[in-house]
């Protein structure tokens, strides 16, 4: 068996039945410009660079031991990701993050910190840059007990301290700004402090078995820098952030998206005072929400309501919104779960304002009318996915998709999400899939124990299909009476790479499958294409077909890949 990019199966692992057919295949012939111009619009340019892809997966690279860190990262960066997402946890960074009486410390100073709590955090970011990969770090989930109203801990999110959390994002951004290094301990070094209920509550979920994994200091010399902030995650989630709603029923008023602001506010301008040349990401929201006062706020009346503006844009008489400058931003962050729905499953007229995959137009034009109001920056316009994901098990109650079906439906969301200009980076949430915690996380019974199922890889490690497409995807669909578009996406690392396109007729075997392409020459088959890069190529709508992608492995040998059918027209 042939083991390639961190373990997806190749063709030397199939049957000598399965792998390509070199056979001749007819070409298209002079129709293939006929082709082209029989399309409703325009083609697609026959090759461009693929969206930066980011990852989170902070059970596997914050709490491991350092050394399956490193695996994992090589493994990310061998699998042509290029930006990890890594999580710093306020509530367990703060010292006494579960007390209700704030401790007398600079908070903006990373040194009045306790450092051995960070050495997970430090030991990431310096792995990740040591690789090649950059890193986004989410500022907070969850705060400190003494920096909101809750009368306890773990996972405090009431009525976040805005003051606070500049300070501590001042903090975050001093210490990854690529000139500070962390402090030489006092000899002899002082007892740890105990493990506060957060990191234990941590601990538990990714399954350290309630103990802290022993980590080793981070390098001498100042710490790397880190490129992306992201003020919270998901502040339109009633799991993550609360208030929601100033009470329930239809009038309830959204409360949220004033809380979010004032941090917003105060966080931005401190992380840029420290580093102008970062980016921070604001938003970071839920794709749904709930229209009755229970539950999250919808992503599009939470953006709204951020820029004080209403359903029809006009703008909100508040004393909060009175004067109110555009909201700073470097992008807009979010997560256009579809729930397990189809890619282009778009929200429904009764929940107008969710923002699903299939609805990244609507939020990206919701986003420039509001820069164009003055509302939010410019800089806002720019939409970053920053996590996304199909489950191959089931939870809520919906069905759980194959394994196949996942593989599938990844590829057509990215072909979907590069369709959209103001998308600039896609998202795949988790490597290894989170299984079910020690502890109960919350009362909600299809998550209870904080386990998800979107990795490219079961609990155990065992690769799902997905693992493979995430390295070279393919994606068909009909593009009118005549023509079938095939999409690929490819992670092989830059540089010309050689493809095979096949078709299977019902009942046939694989052949080559002539294409053509715009401004590109009629292929018979086989194309040479940038390893990094997306493609498309078009070829006659033969009714029952199926396709599949090749590529060639280290070893030479052709690797088949996951064959798809294609879509109907319209799709």
């Given at each position: 068996m042939i083991l390639t990019f961190a373990g997806v199966l190749t063709a030397g692992a199939l049957p000598a039945a399965a792998r390509p057919s070199r056979q001749p295949h007819p070409t298209?012939?002079?129709?293939?410009?006929?082709?082209?111009?029989?399309?409703?619009?325009?083609?697609?340019?026959?090759?461009?660079?693929?969206?930066?892809?980011?990852?989170?997966?902070?059970?596997?690279?914050?709490?491991?031991?350092?050394?399956?860190?490193?695996?994992?990262?090589?493994?990310?960066?061998?699998?042509?990701?290029?930006?990890?997402?890594?999580?710093?946890n306020w509530a367990a960074l703060a010292p006494a993050g579960d007390s209700r009486a704030r401790p007398s410390f600079d908070a903006t100073n990373p040194a009045a910190y306790d450092q051995d709590a960070w050495r997970s955090l430090d030991n990431a970011v310096s792995i990740a840059n040591q690789v090649g990969?950059?890193?986004?770090?989410?500022?907070?989930?969850?705060?400190?007990?003494?920096?909101?109203?809750?009368?306890?801990?773990?996972?405090?999110?009431?009525?976040?301290?805005?003051?606070?959390?500049?300070?501590?994002?001042?903090?975050?951004?001093?210490?990854?700004?690529?000139?500070?290094?962390?402090?030489?301990?006092?000899s002899p070094a002082p007892a740890p402090p105990p493990v506060s209920p957060e990191q234990q509550?941590?601990?538990?979920?990714?399954?350290?078995?309630?103990?802290?994994?022993?980590?080793?200091?981070?390098?001498?010399?100042?710490?790397?820098?880190?490129?992306?902030?992201?003020?919270?995650?998901?502040?339109?989630?009633?799991?993550?952030?609360?208030?929601?709603?100033?009470?329930?029923?239809?009038?309830?008023?959204?409360?949220?998206?004033g809380i979010y602001r004032r941090m917003v506010l105060a966080a931005y301008p401190a992380i840029k005072a420290i580093d102008p040349g970062s980016r921070v990401l604001i938003g970071n929201t839920s794709s749904i929400g709930s229209y009755?006062?229970?539950?999250?706020?919808?992503?599009?009346?939470f953006l709204r309501e951020l820029a004080c503006v209403d359903s029809r844009f006009k703008p909100l008489r508040t004393q909060a919104c009175a004067g109110l400058a555009p909201l700073p931003g470097d992008g807009w962050a979010h997560h256009p779960y579809t729930a397990n729905f189809p890619p282009d499953t778009?929200?429904?007229?009764?929940?107008?304002?969710?923002?699903?995959?299939?609805?990244?137009?609507?939020?990206?034009?919701?986003?420039?009318?509001?820069?164009a109001m003055g509302r939010i920056s410019q800089g806002d316009r720019d939409i970053y996915l920053t996590e996304f994901g199909y489950e191959t098990q089931s939870v809520f109650g919906r069905k759980a998709l194959s394994a196949a079906t996942q593989a599938r439906y990844l590829t057509w969301a990215e072909y979907l999400a590069a369709r959209v200009?103001?998308?600039?980076?896609?998202?795949?949430?988790?490597?290894?899939d989170q299984p079910p915690g020690k502890v109960r996380l919350s009362d909600n019974p299809s998550r209870a124990f904080g386990q998800?199922?979107?990795?490219?890889?079961?609990?155990?490690?065992?690769?799902?299909?997905?693992?493979?497409?995430?390295?070279?995807?393919?994606?068909?669909?009909?593009?009118?009476a005549r023509v079938t578009m095939l999409y690929g996406r490819l992670r092989l690392g830059s540089g010309p790479h050689r493809i095979l396109l096949q078709r299977q007729l019902r009942g046939g075997s694989w052949s080559p499958v002539a294409t053509v392409a715009r401004g590109a020459p009629q292929s018979a088959g086989e194309l040479s294409v940038d390893g990094r890069a997306t493609f498309v190529r078009y070829t006659p709508y033969v009714a029952g077909a199926i396709y599949r992608l090749s590529y060639v492995n280290l070893d030479g040998?052709?690797?088949?890949?996951?064959?798809?059918?294609?879509?109907p027209l319209g799709r």
């Open positions: 298209i012939g002079a129709g293939g410009s006929g082709l082209l111009a029989s399309l409703p619009s325009p083609p697609l340019p026959a090759q461009r660079p693929g969206l930066p892809t980011l990852m989170q997966d902070d059970g596997a690279l914050l709490f491991r031991p350092v050394e399956d860190v490193r695996a994992t990262m090589g493994q990310l960066r061998g699998l042509g990701v290029d930006i990890v997402r890594l999580t710093a990969l950059g890193v986004d770090i989410d500022i907070g989930l969850f705060a400190p007990v003494w920096a909101t109203t809750d009368a306890s801990g773990p996972r405090a999110r009431t009525n976040i301290d805005a003051r606070e959390y500049a300070a501590f994002a001042t903090a975050i951004a001093r210490r990854y700004s690529g000139s500070w290094a962390v402090p030489t301990p006092p509550l941590l601990n538990e979920i990714f399954g350290t078995g309630g103990q802290p994994v022993a980590q080793p200091p981070p390098p001498p010399g100042p710490l790397p820098a880190v490129q992306i902030f992201t003020l919270w995650n998901e502040p339109n989630h009633d799991g993550l952030f609360r208030p929601q709603w100033s009470a329930r029923g239809r009038h309830a008023r959204a409360l949220s998206p009755r006062g229970v539950g999250g706020v919808p992503p599009l009346r778009r929200s429904t007229p009764a929940t107008p304002d969710n923002a699903r995959l299939a609805d990244l137009p609507r939020l990206s034009a919701t986003l420039d009318r509001l820069a200009p103001a998308v600039r980076i896609f998202a795949q949430f988790l490597l290894r998800w199922y979107s990795g490219l890889e079961y609990a155990n490690g065992v690769p799902k299909v997905s693992l493979s497409t995430f390295v070279a995807g393919l994606y068909a669909q009909r593009q009118s040998s052709w690797a088949p890949q996951l064959p798809v059918g294609v879509l």
